[in-house]
């Protein structure tokens, strides 16, 4: 997944996916299903436009920053579950189950 800044200086999340059957067909499927049934869901990144061809690529709104990171493409960052037990290790199964739930409802 890339940073790209668009002709209007706005910064979007571009991914690029090779044509490899298994891998782009699923993630052809998981494409078509965000943009058939959950186009607008608060806790996913919403997708603004998706081609295929020799290559599956679609870009989407990046997601939140990871806090203290730059606002540009060089220094951006995202705000990840991975990132998150990265900097504070397990969370409490309160903020564990509210974030499943989350996640679930998608």
């Not at 943009?35 to 870009?59: C, E």
């Not at 493409?73 to 499943?100: E, K, Q």
Request: proline share 7%.
């Amino acid at each position: 997944v890339w940073v790209a800044r668009d002709a209007a200086g706005g910064l979007h999340a571009l991914k690029v996916v090779e044509t490899v059957a298994e891998t782009s067909h699923r993630e052809s499927q998981a494409l078509g299903l965000i943009l058939d049934r959950l186009p607008n869901h608060p806790h996913l990144v919403r997708i603004t436009y998706a081609t295929a061809g020799p290559r599956l690529v679609y870009a989407m709104e990046l997601a939140d920053p990871l806090a203290g990171c730059e606002a540009g493409p060089a220094g951006y960052r995202p705000d990840t579950l991975s990132a998150r037990l990265a900097g504070r290790g397990h969370f409490p199964l309160s903020d564990a189950i509210a974030l499943a739930l989350d996640l679930l409802s998608a």
